[in-house]
């Protein structure tokens, strides 16, 4: 399936977000652990937590988690210490991604762990047992999900959990995160020195929960804004000023805070170097495009990962020159998403650089774009999202297997046609 995505002539919308993904899936798990009879309200819809939700509550001997990397970590941490046996498994890709790194630190703790095919990899035997271990030391710069799913298993360990970071410690706002909600939810942990986390044993309470929305959902509405907002200002600049500024892009995104637990809401800030302006209301956030953009974007995206293919193609597609770096984790994500960005890319006609695999950059080199690209999304669903506000500046933009955003936002196509674009089935040929 193929959708064609051409652009509104005017943006301007009030959108309602998704819920965040990353609070959902860390509240359920904590909820369980509490053995608590009140569910978090305004979960999120995604398939993410759809399966994380049937995984907590079914009692089948297999959990097929689907293509949630999320629910593969956390999951694997809850049912070491959750009385029975197991088997977790998911998609062909799900079983290619590595988990090595936390079978081995929960086997450490105690765990009885078997991978059920390939060393190393899901699917895993997982048989739930009181981990007797206290003290764990682990690489920084290995994923956060790791970490956390370490965290929150943390508190049902008789003498709690002491763990060590060692080098540098990539995506700690997820972390922050993570104890964050731990605390909401009645456990005591916290930071200790630079590089060590103490969480005290005694488990979890019952406590009411409301799930904020989803910043990394948010960064596709500045995008939007951003791209409409530089193509106005050329249209302007055509015709010597006279353009007239009340369709110019205005997007209200509901349910954000300003001081939201969400790494990912630095977003706001690194946009505000493309024209993006925020503003918080009552309600959320409006969005507005002001000033003039940065010449060349450089930041670190080692905290915010996951706004990576945002940005790489919004800086593209307004012809600002970027280096990115901190980007490690990108090659373990539903895809090499690496790779996948300057695949895509250069059907656009975008020559981008890989180094050491961290490190993305453009310089304003292109080649010979598609006549009529067909954007790829490797089952990943920020290849789809990231990719769509592209018809903003081209014609139209041509999305492969677009469904694939229902793993973080399923309503993100309903959300593009509310504020007016076009969403159309490809026809087959014949």
Same mark, same amino acid.
């Given at each position: 399936m193929q959708y064609i995505v051409s652009a509104p002539s005017t943006l301007r919308a009030s959108i309602q977000l998704p819920a965040s993904k990353s609070i959902s899936n860390r509240a359920l798990i904590l909820h369980s652990l509490a053995q608590s009879n009140i569910v978090p309200c305004n979960l999120s819809d995604?398939?993410?937590t759809r399966v994380m939700i049937r995984a907590l509550n079914e009692t089948s001997e297999q959990i097929d988690i689907l293509a949630a990397g999320t629910a593969m970590r956390f999951l694997t941490a809850y049912l070491s210490v959750t009385? *029975? =046996? &197991? =088997? +977790? =498994? *998911? /998609? @062909?890709? $799900?079983? !290619? &991604?590595?988990? %090595?790194?936390?079978?081995d630190a929960l086997r450490k703790l105690g765990a009885q762990i078997e991978y059920a095919a390939n060393e190393g990899f899901p699917p895993l035997r997982i048989t739930g047992t009181e981990l007797k271990g206290e003290e764990i030391s682990l690489a920084g710069n290995i994923s956060s999900q790791y970490i956390s799913a370490l965290l929150m298993i943390g508190a049902m360990l008789p003498k709690g959990l002491r763990l060590h970071l060692t080098g540098d410690i990539i995506s700690r706002p997820y972390i922050n995160l993570t104890l964050q909600l731990m605390r909401d939810f009645g456990a005591k942990a916290e930071w200790t020195s630079e590089n060590s986390i103490t969480v005290h044993p005694g488990g979890y309470q019952e406590v009411p929960f409301t799930v904020e929305s989803d910043w990394s959902a948010a960064s596709y509405w500045y995008q939007m804004v951003a791209l409409q907002g530089i193509k106005n200002k050329k249209i302007e600049k055509q015709e010597k000023g006279s353009f007239n500024t009340s369709t110019y892009p205005e997007i209200e995104l509901l349910g954000l805070f300003s001081h939201s637990y969400q790494g990912d809401s630095r977003g706001a800030e690194v946009f505000s170097k493309l024209g993006v302006r925020t503003e918080y209301t009552d309600h959320g956030v409006k969005l507005t495009s002001i000033g003039?953009?940065?010449?060349?974007?450089?930041?670190?995206?080692?905290?915010?990962?996951?706004?990576? !293919? /945002?940005f790489v193609v919004t800086c593209c597609l307004m012809n600002i020159p970027f280096r990115f770096t901190g980007l490690q984790?990108? @090659? +373990? @994500?539903? =895809?090499? %998403?690496i790779i996948a960005l300057i695949t895509e890319l250069r059907k656009l006609g975008y020559v981008i650089r890989s180094e050491q695999d961290s490190i993305l950059s453009w310089d304003g080199e292109r080649c010979p774009a598609e006549a009529e690209p067909v954007i790829s999304t490797y089952e990943?669903? %920020? $290849?789809? $999202?990231a990719f769509a506000p592209a018809c903003l500046i081209l014609p139209q933009i041509q999305i492969d297997e677009p469904q694939v955003v229902s793993k973080s936002y399923p309503s993100y196509w309903e959300s593009l046609q509310e504020a007016g674009f076009k969403v159309s089935l490809k026809p087959k040929k014949i």
């Open positions: 995604c398939d993410d009385p *029975g =046996t &197991r =088997t +977790i =498994t *998911g /998609t @062909k890709r $799900m079983q !290619q &991604r590595p988990i %090595r790194i936390l079978v003039v953009p940065v010449a060349r974007l450089v930041e670190d995206f080692v905290d915010i990962p996951d706004l990576a !293919q /945002t984790s990108l @090659k +373990i @994500k539903e =895809t090499d %998403r990943d669903h %920020r $290849m789809a $999202m």
